[in-house]
């Protein structure tokens, strides 16, 4: 008999690789599956959008890793790092996702601008500790997801968010791009676990385990937050030399 798995399709901003949150609260409601498969293919397109329009003033997406090779202009900036530069787009899809779960507007922006900055900060440290990943290891992934999503109890709830795409194709190389990101946090944050319960012996109880860890978690991202030192974008001015084209 085939192991059924059950898949969150949230991969956008990968919203559950470093923070835990009640996807419970939102798996199972195939209209919303099929909203947020909408706003997933809203947000593919204007990718491709931001992509080929042309700016005066383009900057690298990042100083280090495969995404430095993403150009993103000066209309598409919301905050500025040390080392990587957060979008407009990351943090109203994000913001989406919690409005989604009932968040009001307010509460919304607050947790996804949180988030995001968690979330770039992270995949900063792990390129910078050998996270980062290669094309054909980007490749590897999708495959292996596409497989996961054809076994995932789920797998109706998954293909809402899928059929809003205006293919399947467009989904998966929409995955793709987010994998860039996505996958070097994810790698990172299991090397970091393994190693975090590894130091702390096998005599703790589970429970206790998951719970000193999710406390680890929490305070590597801030330190890793802190360390980029992300600022609002006021003016071209704020954005170092090193991100320019």
Do not use: H
């Not at 997801?145 to 194709?169: H, P, R």
């Not at 995955?175 to 703790?204: D, R, T």
């Amino acid at each position: 008999m085939k192991k059924k798995y059950f898949l969150i399709p949230f991969s956008v901003a990968a919203l559950v690789v470093i923070a835990y949150f009640p996807v419970k609260n939102i798996v199972g409601k195939c209209d919303i599956m099929s909203e947020w498969g909408k706003i997933l293919s809203d947000s593919s397109k204007e990718n491709t959008d931001s992509a080929n329009q042309q700016s005066a003033n383009n900057y690298k997406l990042s100083t280090a890793g495969a995404i430095s090779e993403r150009i993103i202009s000066y209309e598409d900036i919301f905050e500025v790092g040390n080392d990587i530069l957060i979008t407009n787009q990351e943090v109203e899809v994000a913001k989406a996702f919690y409005i989604l779960q009932g968040y009001s507007d307010r509460d919304a922006t607050q947790t996804a601008v949180k988030y995001i900055e968690d979330y770039n900060a992270m995949y900063v440290e792990a390129v910078y500790n050998g996270f980062d990943v290669s094309e054909k290891e980007v490749e590897k992934y999708i495959s292996d997801l596409k497989n996961l999503t054809e076994q995932a109890g789920n797998s109706d709830e998954v293909k809402k968010v899928i059929s809003q795409f205006d293919s399947e194709d467009e989904y998966w190389d929409y995955q793709k791009i987010i994998s860039q990101k996505q996958l070097p946090i994810q790698n990172y944050v299991k090397s970091l676990e393994k190693e975090y319960l590894s130091n702390i012996g096998e005599n703790s109880a589970s429970d206790g385990k998951d719970a000193t860890w999710n406390e680890e978690l929490n305070r590597i991202k801030d330190d890793a937050t802190k360390q980029q030192q992300f600022k609002k974008l006021d003016s071209i001015n704020d954005i170092d030399k090193k991100f320019e084209v």
